[in-house]
């Protein structure tokens, strides 16, 4: 057993007003060993208390710390006492640039995407880890400007709301309209051609090359000198109006196959009207294949 007044003379408490930064959610040994030798002696794990929130202090009284003490196995007088508490607070510290730019990197998710970080949140905040997401975004008048709302979680369960003025875009290969592309005609080559470009990571994305767009068919107009979004472009028609094609018809047992020509357009497993140019009548059926109509009936063609 420590005799009693060596462990007087091994205690060396700070004023109140002057605080140990605690960078974890409990207050353990080895962070209070600035305070005395005292706690060096203590195993370095042992647990005086919770840290308190970021941006206030708790004083661990001189009655609290005597009894950690006790029950670590380090013996005290009845009439021993401590001569005043310590002050604890939670360590913070200002983010940097960088942490916050690599966080937004994370999130955008783009290895190629160029972040400039203007500003960002300034008071002092705790260690923990940076949180940015898709839908914090919110843009600003500015080309590729936006504030980004994230979330800084320093302990389990607990975090706090941190914000960033980024300029963000990417450059990525678009197919670039030419001439003017009408709805309903096939793309051909000589109406595109193929740009870098420089956008928002949000944007709506565009065809990035020659192959996605030709032979493609606009579902509405298409200005000359503008990217071509993939969501206005659909696939070919596998039959179109005026197209001869092979009918194949289901009547009873049998089946019997002419040839005819389409009434309207579609692509596979799309229903169309086909007439039978032998005797002028009009069918309806299903698109099988690009030139083929299976028509099922119970009557005659």
Request: net charge positive; hydrophobic share 45%.
């Amino acid at each position: 057993m420590m005799p009693l007044g060596l462990i007087f003379s091994l205690w060396m408490a700070p004023q109140v007003d002057t605080c140990i930064s605690v960078r974890g959610n409990e207050i353990l040994a080895r962070d209070l060993s600035a305070a005395g030798f005292l706690f060096s002696l203590l195993d370095p794990n042992t647990v005086f208390g919770l840290t308190p929130r970021p941006g206030s202090r708790r004083v661990l009284s001189s009655r609290e710390l005597a009894a950690v003490v006790s029950r670590s196995g380090i013996a005290i007088g009845a009439d021993a006492e401590f001569t005043s508490g310590i002050c604890v607070e939670r360590a913070a510290g200002i983010l940097s640039a960088g942490e916050i730019r690599t966080a937004l990197a994370s999130a955008v998710g783009d290895d190629h995407a160029q972040i400039e970080v203007l500003d960002y949140t300034r008071e002092p905040l705790p260690p923990g880890q940076l949180q940015f997401k898709t839908s914090g975004v919110s843009r600003t008048g500015t080309p590729f400007v936006v504030i980004w709302y994230g979330r800084l979680t320093y302990d389990p369960g607990r975090s706090l709301a941190i914000w960033a003025r980024v300029k963000v875009f990417v450059q990525r290969t678009a197919v670039i309209a030419v001439a003017r592309l009408e709805t309903g005609r096939p793309i051909e080559t000589k109406q595109i051609k193929v740009e870098l470009l420089i956008q928002s990571p949000w944007d709506t994305p565009f065809a990035d090359s020659m192959e996605r767009v030709l032979g493609k068919i606009p579902i509405r107009s298409l200005s000359a000198e503008k990217p071509v979004p993939l969501s206005a472009l659909r696939e070919p028609n596998d039959i179109n109006p005026g197209d001869r094609v092979q009918v194949r018809v289901a009547v009873g047992a049998a089946h019997i196959g002419f040839e005819a020509v389409a009434v309207s357009g579609g692509r596979a497993g799309d229903s169309i009207a086909v007439r039978n140019e032998v005797n002028g009548r009009l069918l309806h059926g299903r698109i099988e294949d690009k030139g083929t109509v299976i028509v099922r009936t119970g009557g005659s063609a």
